[in-house]
């Protein structure tokens, strides 16, 4: 093997493992580790070894998925290798499209939210706030303030539980099974639970309407909600404790699938995934919509832009989720309003006109764009699914590493096939 | 490293390990730490949401969760317990919203005169491709379609997945014990829109399927009823076999509303013509009041002032006090509309009479009225319904004939008219 070869895909940019925040983050780059690159024969002598008649090898085209656990779904990577390096990786997805477009736009406005509950079935609730924003800007709805908190409490919820799963699936990837999934469940259970009781579905929440939420939070909610507080840290500070410094977990992790940041922002990556390389970008600090103003929390960002830093900064996302929620509990005493803003109807016509609007899913960016011809149905009705654009760089990402690589890689990105295919 | 923000700050994740002595594999056990501490909380319980450890899982079949009331599964249909009434007046709303268009349902007619009524002939959803979101329950102006908690629905025969409304039936009271604030806050508007409709309802039209004995039974309440309006005697011949439909409360109430619309529009109609201007109202508030008058001694039950004077009962035993109490009532609320549309001045004395007799009643009112429900029962709503249509027919007729129609001349209604028409001379 000609390892002293260092071939990456990609000129690594200057960016890698520098500081990304303007700050300057020169005591902390990574600390001069070397990131371990996997060595990429040529693809023209196709061998490597002194002896070409001896080893020659060829390269293989291979499928992985559509039908393969580690793809989270039905997807398909047509993979390139030469013995187990990548040489090439396609993602190919479509296997679960539905025509939820389509679909929509036969549909009224309010007969898609229940829709938008299938899109990421992970975080319904985001959906949710995303599509009833963009509909609210159409129509010019006016959401109360109560229901604005009870929304990003929805909301920060979903993040936690959507990153605790998340968290447990990558784990799952790389091969320790079932054992981080298990614990991350079981706090994902709770959150449902408390779902659940506000909106009468675990998953599928459908829980907010034009103007708010469909009806108040029950009077058990809130107590709930503060015994789940107490138990939160704990099981961040667990999962960090099973796994952060975790031998076998920082090999599988460090250095793999580094994404640099300026491919990254080429790719419009969003979500996790770009801080993980480090570009400060939450779109609750860059454009704070609902009352996310209002709210301490911090902007967690990655120094290398691999599996490791997404991982971390999903484990810093829950911790900065939960003190939104705190402050949440706080304020909601006092915020005036109603659940929903009685004046709002569902059965929304909009004037003519076209609105986008966008939320920081746990995944990254998710937006609407509705186009209103005036008539009770949407003109055209478009997802930015965060899933979907996170996923395009993936051929990338995976190139010049392992075939094994390419499960941790896949799963750190942390897509949901219902998403990526609409 | 981090960087100031508004309102926060951009932290660097800190990678690796944090301390640089630490021996290799450290990291592992540590990690084995936390497994083993799961390991050892899965000998007991979980205490809760700030619990993290422990065992947390139902043992399902034998231990259940306590579903929220929130909860929702698969749109079911109610009907009221008491009348067997369904809710639902297939008003299309529920089949309008739903995203995937499950629900299907065909609107009743009235069979004599093929008009729709506010009931549903036959309600279909097809479970297999219900979303479960709920539209259905929450556009529901009449609150009839609700949220099930049933949630094994698995089934080796699809086409049972097609649920028609016998199966879709449920009684308010299952609803209310899974969902009791839930129906709470709606059951008040809930029953008074039942009852608006179930007056719109002929025959057993908008009656759960389901229930075969209870609509045989009202089949034969309503023959009777027919032969009542018919021949006067037959409400008191041997009571009918069935069960009672509706306590003589309600009846009554209905009763009293009849004869107050039929008052009414006695008034508007032929008021103008004839009576003075100043009198209106003063005509218009006896009615009113007669018709109070009438529910009030019909909920009294036992009315014990109440004079027997009661005609064309059959020789016999004597008839239930209810039903005695619903007649004059009836009579009372008949008069009055004939007062009315005679444009009477005698009215304000009656309406006094009328204001004081509710006060003399005793309050056994209550208690009476479920304590004579079983037996008395039909008979006294038929009583209370042949009343309410004789009193119809009076307004009708003294609208029509204006101030001589006083004399009754009806075959049907000399019996009761007569003494009735007496009694009133005695208040007034």
């Known amino acids: 093997m000609n390892t002293g070869k260092l071939a990456f895909p990609m000129p690594l940019p200057a960016g890698v493992g520098t500081p990304s925040a303007p700050g300057g983050l020169e005591g902390q780059t990574s600390q001069e580790k070397p990131v371990r690159i996997s060595v990429r024969r040529s693809r023209v002598d196709g ?52 025509n939820h477009e389509q679909i929509a736009e036969q549909n009224t406005y309010l007969q898609n939210m229940p829709y938008t509950d299938r899109l990421d079935y992970f975080n319904s609730m985001a959906n949710n ?48 099974w079932q054992t981080q999934l298990a614990f991350g469940m079981r706090e994902r259970e709770k959150i449902l639970d408390l779902f659940e009781m506000a909106s009468g579905a675990r998953m599928m929440c459908n829980y907010f309407r034009f103007g708010g939420v469909v009806r108040d939070l029950p009077p058990e909610f809130m107590p709930k909600l503060k015994e789940l507080l107490v138990a939160m840290p704990a099981f961040v500070d667990e999962l960090e404790r099973l796994l952060r410094e975790n031998e076998i977990l920082m090999q599988r992790a460090e250095g793999i699938g580094i994404l640099p940041k300026e491919l990254a922002l ?139 690589d390419v499960v941790v890689i896949l799963g750190s990105i942390d897509i949901v096939m219902g998403e990526v295919d609409r | 490293m981090t960087v100031k923000i508004e309102r926060g700050q951009i932290v660097t994740v800190e990678r690796g390990k944090r301390t640089a002595r630490r021996l290799p594999g450290m990291g592992l056990l540590d990690g084995m730490a936390v497994v083993w501490k799961h390991w050892a909380g899965s000998f007991r319980k979980n205490q ?109 025969d699809h086409q049972k997945l097609t649920v028609f409304k016998e199966q879709l039936n449920r009684p308010i009271s299952y609803y209310e014990r899974i969902a009791p604030t839930m129906w709470a806050e709606v059951r008040d508007g809930a029953m008074k829109k039942l009852q608006g409709n179930i007056k719109r309802r002929p025959d057993v039209i908008g009656m759960a399927p389901n229930l075969a004995e209870k609509i045989a039974a009202r089949r034969r309440e309503l023959e009777a009823a027919a032969a009542a309006a018919t021949a006067p005697a037959a409400p008191a011949a041997a009571p009918a076999e069935g069960r009672k439909l509706t306590p003589e409360e309600k009846a009554a109430k209905l009763a009293a509303i009849k004869a107050a619309n039929a008052a009414k529009k ?119 319904r042949l009343a309410a249509i004789r009193a119809k027919n009076a307004a009708r007729k003294a609208a029509g004939g204006g101030s001589d129609a006083a004399a009754p001349t009806t075959t049907g209604n000399v019996d009761s008219g007569g003494p009735g028409a007496s009694d009133d001379a005695a208040l007034s």
């Open chain 2, 266 to 384: 006695a008034g508007d109609t032929v008021e103008p013509p004839v009576a003075p201007a100043g009198a209106a109202p003063a005509d218009e508030k006896a009615a009113r009041l007669a018709a109070i008058r009438a529910k009030n001694a019909a909920r009294k039950g036992e009315a014990p002032d109440a004079p027997p004077v009661v005609a064309g009962e059959p020789a016999g035993e004597a008839p239930p006090a209810d039903e005695k109490a619903a007649r004059l009532a009836a009579i009372r609320a008949k008069n009055a509309a004939r007062k009315a549309a005679e444009g009477s001045d005698g009215a304000p004395v009656e309406a006094n009479v009328a204001a004081t007799e509710p006060a003399a009643a005793p309050p056994a009112a209550g208690a009476a009225t479920s304590a004579a429900e079983a037996a008395t029962a039909p008979a006294d709503e038929k009583a209370a």
């Open chain 1, 129 to 176: 706030q995303a599509y009833a924003m963009a509909v609210e800007k159409l129509a010019g709805i006016e959401v109360p303030e109560r229901a604005e908190y009870i929304r990003v409490l929805m909301v920060e919820l979903t993040r936690i539980l959507n990153h605790a799963g998340a968290l447990g699936f990558l784990i799952n990837d790389m091969g320790m």
């Open chain 1, 266 to 404: 080429a790719y419009s990556v969003t979500g996790p995934v770009l801080r993980g390389s480090g570009v400060p970008y939450d779109i609750r600090k860059a454009e704070p919509y609902s009352v996310y103003d209002r709210f301490d929390f911090d902007v967690p960002v990655g120094s290398v832009g691999d599996v490791y830093d997404r991982f971390l900064v999903r484990i810093e996302e829950m911790r900065q989720s939960k003190r939104i929620i705190e402050q949440i509990v706080e304020q909601l005493p006092d915020a005036r309003g109603g659940h929903i803003n009685p004046r709002a109807r569902q059965n929304v016509r909009p004037p003519v006109g076209d609105a986008y609007a966008r939320i920081e899913s746990p995944k990254g960016e998710l937006g609407f764009y509705l186009v209103s011809d005036g008539s009770p149905r949407p003109y055209r009705y478009k997802v930015r699914a965060p899933s979907f654009i996170n996923l395009t760089p993936l051929g990338d990402m995976c190139r010049g590493y392992k075939v094994a």
């Open chain 2, 48 to 156: 809760g949401f700030n619990d993290i450890h422990g065992v947390f899982t139902y043992e399902y079949p034998e231990e259940r969760p306590k579903l929220p009331e929130a909860y929702r599964n698969m749109p079911i249909l109610l009907y009221d317990d008491e009348t067997s009434h369904e809710l639902c007046t297939s008003c299309f709303q529920c089949e309008r919203i739903c995203p995937p268009q499950v629900i299907h349902m065909t609107q009743a007619k009235d069979p004599a005169t093929g008009k729709p009524v506010p009931a549903v002939a036959e309600f279909v959803i097809e479970y297999d491709a219900c979303m479960s979101c709920g539209f259905c329950a929450e556009v529901c102006p009449f609150d009839a379609i609700k949220m099930d908690h049933e949630f094994e629905l698995s089934t080796a």
């Open chain 1, 47 to 98: 061998c490597s070894t002194k002896d070409p008649a001896m080893f020659k090898t060829e390269e293989l085209q291979i499928n992985i998925g559509p039908q393969h656990p580690s793809t989270h779904g039905v997807f398909r990577m047509l993979v390139t290798v030469d013995g187990e390096t990548i040489i090439d990786l396609k993602p190919v997805f479509g296997y679960l499209h539905r």
